[in-house]
């Protein structure tokens, strides 16, 4: 049996589907199973990765897990996977998470480290997945594309190499079912470095008309985003987004050396979502 955590979220949502059609037994894990419409096939349990008690229940029977980095959760969960005769782990880390880095720059980073870090000192099999952003990130654009032409945002040359969610699934769903992953170490990253203004141009050529970025100043960008994202979160989104402006985002080949395809691009992403924008 294979848990799989965070199965409601962007990624989580795609892994449950892989390995459903691949013919594994899943169970899901959700804090609230009423909010969502789940597969037949999957066995919903309710549960929280900080609740050491809802997680033995999650945990029973299962031999590989699919785990969301929940701030704070590694030691309770590593104690509770090892108890219930867990094997193989595969965690959705990020690629914020700097080896070199005797600290970590920002709580981002610092909690994935640290999930990370329970995972290494145990005796389980892991593999970490560390993606750069999410191409899903600039669905929070479509409230703007919907009723006007222009986004506005912080940082109009902030740069990333955004990553289709389905690509970080499909690494996701081969190592948690195939040998030969254990203790990898995988950067996930799209295929090449855009900035906010350069994925602004793409998604509207991709949709069918012109969409412009226009830079607003950071201090309002704050205010605004304070509303949904925690102050500590929030302040280390805008310090990567000031310190990549003017910068190229290192690209990597890891979707393709597992997957055996090449990272979908932005484009693609924007043409599988363009109903929301
Ligand atoms: N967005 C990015 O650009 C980016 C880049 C690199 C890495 N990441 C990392 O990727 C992960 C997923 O990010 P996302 O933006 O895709 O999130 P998301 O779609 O909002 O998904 C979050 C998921 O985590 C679950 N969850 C949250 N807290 C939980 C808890 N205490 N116990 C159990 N489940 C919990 C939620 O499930 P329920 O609500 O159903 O319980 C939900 O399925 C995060 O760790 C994020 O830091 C994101």
Redesign the pocket.
């Known amino acids: 049996m294979i848990l799989v955590?965070?199965?409601?979220?962007?990624?989580?949502?795609h892994v449950l589907d892989l390995l459903i059609e691949d013919g594994h037994e899943v169970r899901a894990?959700?804090?609230?199973p009423q909010?969502?419409v789940w597969p037949a096939e999957a066995d919903v349990v309710a549960?929280?990765?900080?609740d050491a008690v809802s997680l033995e229940a999650a945990l029973a029977g299962v031999d590989t897990v699919f785990l969301?980095?929940?701030p704070g959760?590694g030691p309770g969960f590593v104690a509770a996977a090892e108890r219930a005769g867990v094997r193989k782990v595969v965690l959705?880390?990020?690629?914020?998470v700097d080896d070199a880095a005797e600290v970590q720059d920002g709580p981002?980073a610092a909690y994935?480290a640290e999930v990370e870090q329970a995972l290494r000192a145990s005796g389980l099999e892991w593999t970490f997945l560390?993606?750069?952003?999410?191409a899903?990130?600039t669905l929070m654009w479509a409230g703007q594309t919907r009723s006007g032409d222009v986004v506005r945002g912080a940082y109009a040359g902030a740069a990333s190499a955004p990553v289709h969610?389905a690509d970080i699934a499909a690494v996701a769903a081969l190592a948690l079912t195939r040998d030969g992953h254990g203790g990898r170490v995988y950067e996930l990253t799209g295929p090449e470095s855009l900035t906010h203004a350069d994925q602004a141009r793409i998604l509207g050529e991709a949709i069918g008309r012109p969409i412009e970025y226009a830079e607003l100043p950071v201090e309002a960008v704050r205010r605004a985003m304070s509303a949904h994202v925690p102050g500590p979160v929030l302040d280390g989104i805008l310090k990567v987004w000031s310190e990549t402006v003017g910068r190229i985002a290192p690209t990597t080949t890891d979707i393709e050396k597992v997957t055996g395809r090449p990272a979908r691009s932005y484009r693609d992403w924007v043409l599988d979502h363009a109903a929301a924008f």
């Not at 549960?47 to 900080?50: A, E, I, N, R, T």
């Not at 959705?92 to 914020?96: D, E, I, K, N």
């Not at 560390?130 to 999410?134: E, G, H, I, L």
């Open positions: 955590t965070g199965a409601t979220g962007n990624v989580g949502r894990l959700t804090r609230d909010r969502s549960g929280d990765l900080s969301f980095a929940a959760s959705l880390s990020s690629g914020a981002i994935h560390r993606p750069d952003s999410f899903a990130n969610e």
